[in-house]
């Protein structure tokens, strides 16, 4: 029985991956969730420049539905200082995709210019953060601009590119498929939803940004459905990465039975030491292939669709 995965080109020895943001940008939190049993880590979206968070309280729990908001934002150190954290995952054997954002094209073209001559696996685009006034939103929400910026980015580097999916748009498929035609190896859903949460006794919202990104299992269904529309309505099948409230092994499945080949574990991980969770979700996921006489994952993925 094998539990490995392949994303296109990219084979990691199982399909969990850390969802990026979560443990934010130092190369010891990654190394620890990668230890806990991971398939490769995902860094936090770095940009052309350091950038500051937004106001405190930037993260909130939603204990009763099991869920986060955050206003977290697109604040990290920019890609020159970051570079030796990459390496230094490098260093300690651990694969990395590093997920990059900018405001254009020639700031995604300068992050990715100054981080390509790296051994890492990927790079994963994030077009899609609501979180900023500016970058994700507008880029992740326009057919056109999704287009430009993975054909640049991908005349500019060998190393796979996955374009992350914001759900906040009224056609999803439109926009993968602009990311497909402009050439990318695989399309990553979902990133955090639209959200809000008041405080009814002081009547103001609860984020210092006031407005937020829900993740966590509320949005899970939304993520598998995204992942079934992807699954069946792409002009051209490439590999599927599903993320969106993923604790258990029983969501891991379920993703894979949509259509994904791998998935990524965000707000879990935030919560919770990965060590215990991730052994918990890797036996769950083993019980489940013995029990249905799966000897691979590849073998899962899809079997929604028959
Ligand atoms: C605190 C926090 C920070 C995040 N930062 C990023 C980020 O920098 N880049 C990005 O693409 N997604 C970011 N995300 C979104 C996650 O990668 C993921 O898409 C989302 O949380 C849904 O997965 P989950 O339900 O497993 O958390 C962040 C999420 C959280 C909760």
Redesign the pocket.
Known sequence: MSYATKIGSIEIRNPLIL????LGTTYSTLQRAYEAGLGAVIT??IGPRARGGNPNPS?FALQEIRS?I?S?G?A?PGYQSFRHDIETLIENQIPTIV?I?GENISEFSEVLDGLKDLPILGF?L?L??PNTDKGGVQIGTDVDAVYNIVKTLKDRTNLPLWV?LTPNVSDMIEIANAAVKGGCDAIVA???LKAMVIDIQTKQPILGFKRG?L??SA??PI?IRYIYDLYENLDEKIPLIG????YRGEDVIEYLLAGATAV?????I?VAYPENMIRFITMKIRKYMKEHDFSSIAEITGGAHK
């Open positions: 969802a990026s943001g979560i936090k979206s993260v986060l955050n977290v697109l990290n997920s954002f994963e994030n899609s953060c992350k979902i990133n955090t990104g993740s966590g949005i899970k993520g993320v969106g409230g993923i990524e574990i965000g707000s879990a935030g």
